[in-house]
C-alpha cells in the first residue's frame, strides 16, 4: 500500500498536511508496514475546521429535517455500496479480523438508520391553554385569551467529536450522524492511529450529498483535542476512550461552557454459575475476552466462577482459547488480530508480568504460543486463582488476558465484581431466572448480558456505562442523543 497523504477533511475536501507539523507514522499492525503519516499538531487546521462548521451552521440548521434525513438515507445505501472497501480499511489500519471489521462497520450503519429517524425524534412538545390573559380583549364566549406553550427541540451549533481508535468506523458514527441530523454542524478529531477510516468514512457522507463544511475531519493528537474543546465557537463535546483522558475532556471542557459527554473505559465481569450451559459460556466468554484481540469497552476481561463452576470452566476456556488461529486479519480462519501497536503489545506483556508476579497462575501463557514473525501479537492469556486487589483485575489491560477469580456464592461474586471502579458491563451465565434477575438487581454496571458476553446496545437504544466507565449525564446514541445534540426552546403565546 502507498503512503496516504490526505489527512484531514475540511470545508468538503480532503487537505494534506502542511510540512511543518509533527507526524506520527500509522503501521499496519498484523506486519509493521508504515501505511500512512498523521499530523499531531494541526492547531491552525483544527482553527479551520471549526470556521467551516461555523459558517455553514446558520444554513444547515434551517435545512428541512427532511432534507437533512434524505442525505442520511442516501449516506446508508453508500455505506452498504462501500461495506467491503471499508472493512478491509480497518483489516489494514486497526488490525481487526475481516469478520471483527464488518461488525465494525454493520454497528456503524445501525447509527446512520438510527439517525434517518431524528424527525420523530427531534419533535418536540407542546401544551396549548396554560393559562388565560383576561387584561385584553376579554370576549364574552371565550372567557379571555387563550395561553399557549410549547418546547421546540434546536441544534447547538458545531460540535465536536474525539474517538478512541478501537472502532474507526462505528465510534464516529455514534456521534456525528444523530449530531448533523438535529442541525448541528460537527468536527470529527479521530484517534491518531486510525485516521484513514474516518476520513473515507466522511469523505462517503459527502457524495451521499452533505453539504460543504457540515462535517469536518482533522486528525492530530492531545493538542489538537485541548484546542478544540476550548474553542469559543464550540458549543458541545463528545468524547470516547480512556478514563484518563474521559475525566481531562470533562472537566476542561465543562470548564469553558461546553456540554461534554465522555465514555470512559472498562474492566467487565462475566459470572459463570455452575447451571450454565457450557457451550453457551465458553462461545460467549472466548468472544467477549479475546474479541477484537481484547481491544473493546465491553470486553469481559474478568470471568468470576461460582461454586465448582471453575472445575469445567478453566480447562474447556484454555482448550478454546488455545485453538484460536493468531495471524493477520484478513488470513482464512483466523480467530485472533494483533493488538494496535507496538506500545500496547508492550503493555500487556507488562501486564502479563505483574500478574505472575502477583501469584496468579498463568493457565494459558500468550507469550508463549505460535505468533506470526510480524506485527503486533500477544497471544490468548488467561490467569486462574486471581484474587480481588490484584492489579490484574482492578485495571484495564486492554488486551487479549482473561483472570478467573473463583467465588462461592452469587452473593460474593456480585460482590467481587461491583467492588471494581469501572461500570460498563456485567454479565450472567446462568439457567436460573432467580439468579439472573438478582445478579440484574445488584449488579453496578450499565450494561447487563444474561446468556450474552457483549451486550452491546443497538443504537435505537444509549450507551449505558456507568461509574469511572462515564462521565456526564446524556450518554451517546438512543434518545440520549437527541437530548444531547439538542436544547429546547419555550415558546409561551397569546394572540390579542
Ligand atoms: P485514548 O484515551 O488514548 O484516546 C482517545 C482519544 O483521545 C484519541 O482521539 C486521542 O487522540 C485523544 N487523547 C489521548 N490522550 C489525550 C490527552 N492527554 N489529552 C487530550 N486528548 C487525548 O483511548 P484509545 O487508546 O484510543 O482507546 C481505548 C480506550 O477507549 C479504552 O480505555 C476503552 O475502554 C475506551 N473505549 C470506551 C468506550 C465506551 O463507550 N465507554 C468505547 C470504546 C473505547
Known amino acids: 500500500m502507498t503512503t496516504a497523504t490526505a489527512h484531514h477533511f475540511i470545508g468538503g475536501k480532503r487537505i494534506d498536511r502542511p510540512g511543518t507539523e509533527n507526524v506520527l507514522s500509522n503501521i499496519n499492525p498484523a506486519t509493521g508496514e508504515v501505511i500512512g503519516q498523521v499530523p499531531l499538531d494541526s492547531i491552525t487546521t483544527a482553527d479551520a475546521a471549526v470556521e467551516a462548521a461555523r459558517a455553514a451552521f446558520a444554513s444547515w440548521a434551517a435545512t428541512p429535517i427532511g432534507e437533512r434525513c434524505q442525505i442520511m438515507f442516501r449516506y446508508k445505501a453508500l455505506l452498504e455500496a462501500h461495506f467491503d472497501e471499508l472493512a478491509a480499511m480497518i483489516v489494514s489500519e486497526h488490525g481487526k479480523t475481516m469478520a471483527e471489521a464488518r461488525g465494525d462497520v454493520r454497528r456503524g450503519i445501525d447509527c446512520v438508520e438510527f439517525a434517518c429517524a431524528a424527525p420523530t425524534l427531534m419533535m418536540g412538545r407542546s401544551l396549548p391553554q396554560i393559562a388565560v390573559s383576561s387584561s385584553f380583549c376579554r370576549t364574552e364566549d371565550e372567557g379571555g385569551v387563550g395561553i399557549d406553550s410549547s418546547a421546540d427541540r434546536v441544534p447547538l451549533g458545531v460540535c465536536v467529536g474525539i474517538t478512541p481508535f478501537n472502532f474507526p468506523i462505528m465510534v464516529p458514527l455514534w456521534m456525528w450522524p444523530m449530531a448533523v441530523a438535529c442541525g448541528n454542524t460537527f ?35 492531545p493538542a489538537v483535542v485541548d484546542h478544540l474543546i476550548t474553542h469559543d465557537d464550540v458549543k458541545a463535546v463528545s468524547f470516547v476512550g480512556s478514563t484518563k483522558v474521559a475525566a481531562h475532556i470533562h472537566s476542561t471542557a465543562s470548564a469553558a461552557g461546553k456540554r461534554a459527554q465522555c465514555m ?67 488470513q482464512p480462519g483466523v480467530g485472533m488480530g494483533p493488538l494496535i501497536d507496538e506500545a500496547s503489545r508492550e503493555r500487556v506483556l ?147
Not at 452533505?210 to 492530530?220: E, F, M, S, Y
Not at 450451559?277 to 484481540?293: L, R
Open 187 to 221: 468536527v470529527l478529531k479521530p484517534s491518531e492511529k486510525v485516521p484513514q477510516c474516518a476520513i473515507r468514512e466522511v469523505e462517503l457522507a459527502h457524495e451521499a450529498g452533505l453539504p460543504d463544511g457540515v462535517l469536518n475531519v482533522v486528525t492530530g493528537g
Open 264 to 330: 470512559g473505559g472498562a474492566k467487565n465481569y462475566m459470572l459463570v454459575m455452575p447451571d450454565a450451559n457450557q457451550d453457551a459460556v465458553v462461545e460467549g466468554v472466548i468472544g467477549s475476552a479475546f474479541g477484537n484481540t481484547g481491544q473493546r469497552c465491553l470486553a469481559g476481561s474478568v470471568a468470576i466462577a461460582v461454586g465448582d463452576a471453575a472445575e469445567w470452566l478453566v480447562p474447556r476456556l484454555v482448550e478454546a482459547a488455545n485453538a484460536l488461529k493468531i495471524a493477520a486479519g484478513d
Open 350 to 496: 507488562r501486564y502479563i508480568g505483574i500478574g505472575e508476579e502477583e501469584g496468579a497462575i498463568l493457565a494459558l501463557d500468550g507469550r508463549n504460543v505460535d505468533l506470526p514473525r510480524t506485527g503486533c501479537f500477544v497471544g490468548p492469556t488467561i490467569f486462574d486463582n486471581v484474587r480481588p486487589g490484584m492489579q490484574i483485575v482492578e485495571e484495564e489491560i486492554f488486551g487479549p488476558v482473561l483472570s478467573i477469580v473463583r467465588e462461592e456464592t452469587l452473593d460474593a461474586a456480585i460482590a467481587t465484581m461491583n467492588r471494581s471502579r469501572y461500570g460498563n458491563m456485567g454479565v450472567i451465565f446462568t439457567s436460573s431466572g432467580y439468579a439472573a434477575r438478582r445478579f440484574r438487581s445488584h449488579a453496578q454496571a450499565g450494561m447487563i448480558g444474561i446468556n450474552v458476553g457483549v451486550p452491546a446496545p443497538m443504537a435505537v437504544f444509549p450507551f449505558s456505562g456507568w461509574k469511572d466507565s462515564f462521565i456526564g449525564t446524556l450518554h451517546a446514541n438512543g434518545e440520549d442523543a437527541v437530548r444531547f445534540y439538542t436544547e429546547f426552546q419555550i415558546t409561551v403565546s397569546r394572540w390579542l
